[in-house]
Every structure is written in structure tokens, then in C-alpha cells.
């Protein structure tokens, strides 16, 4: 079974990232208040991203990639610009 990388909308509008094996028991777990207290706390959550891997390293990586973006980098990956997503990585850069 692959890896994913997740990104949820927390009530509150921040986002959430996470990996799994199986995001809907995940999204499910993480809904009943049993995940993280960060999201407990924040309940409802809508699954906004998702994104396979073929190993728990691989899912690892990115998701630690991911947690270090601003939110405007993420919102850019959440909705597929992927022309804001790479001016956003330039910006950071420049």
C-alpha cells in the first residue's frame, strides 16, 4: 500500500500536514478528536490535498518539506498554480 502526504483544513482555516497509509481512516481519526491535540481542537477537518508516495521515507520527506512553506505556498499547491507555487519558491530564494 503507498504512502500520502495530507493536507487538512482545520475549522479555524489553518492547515494541517500529515502522512498516512490511509487517508480516509486517517481523516476519520483526526474527525472523532483521537489525532494530534492541534487538530482536536480545530475539528471539523476537510481533506484539501493529497498526494502519493511509494515509501514512508519518501511521504516523510515531503511532508517535513511541506510543513516549513507559508501558507501561501501551500494554498498554491492545494489549488494546482503551479506558476505561483514556483514564483513563491523564487521569492524565498532571491
Given at each position: 500500500?503507498?504512502?500520502?502526504?495530507?493536507?487538512?483544513?482545520?475549522?479555524?482555516?489553518?492547515?494541517?500536514?500529515?502522512?498516512?497509509?490511509?487517508?480516509?481512516?486517517?481523516?476519520?481519526?483526526?474527525?472523532?478528536?483521537?489525532?494530534?491535540?492541534?487538530?482536536?481542537?480545530?475539528?471539523?477537518?476537510?481533506?484539501?490535498?493529497?498526494?502519493?508516495?511509494?515509501?514512508?521515507?519518501?511521504?516523510?520527506?515531503?511532508?517535513?518539506?511541506?510543513?516549513?512553506?507559508?501558507?501561501?505556498?501551500?494554498q498554491?499547491?492545494?489549488?494546482?498554480?503551479?506558476n505561483?507555487?514556483?514564483?513563491?519558491?523564487?521569492?524565498?530564494?532571491?
Amino acid at each position: 500500500m503507498p504512502w500520502h502526504i495530507y493536507i487538512l483544513q482545520c475549522s479555524d482555516n489553518t492547515l494541517y500536514t500529515g502522512h498516512t497509509q490511509d487517508i480516509q481512516n486517517r481523516l476519520n481519526i483526526h474527525n472523532k478528536g483521537q489525532g494530534p491535540a492541534y487538530t482536536a481542537a480545530r475539528r471539523p477537518l476537510l481533506l484539501v490535498y493529497s498526494e502519493p508516495h511509494p515509501s514512508k521515507k519518501s511521504a516523510l520527506r515531503r511532508e517535513k518539506q511541506i510543513k516549513k512553506w507559508t501558507r501561501a505556498k501551500k494554498q498554491a499547491l492545494i489549488t494546482g498554480n503551479m506558476n505561483k507555487l514556483h514564483q513563491l519558491a523564487k521569492r524565498r530564494h532571491s
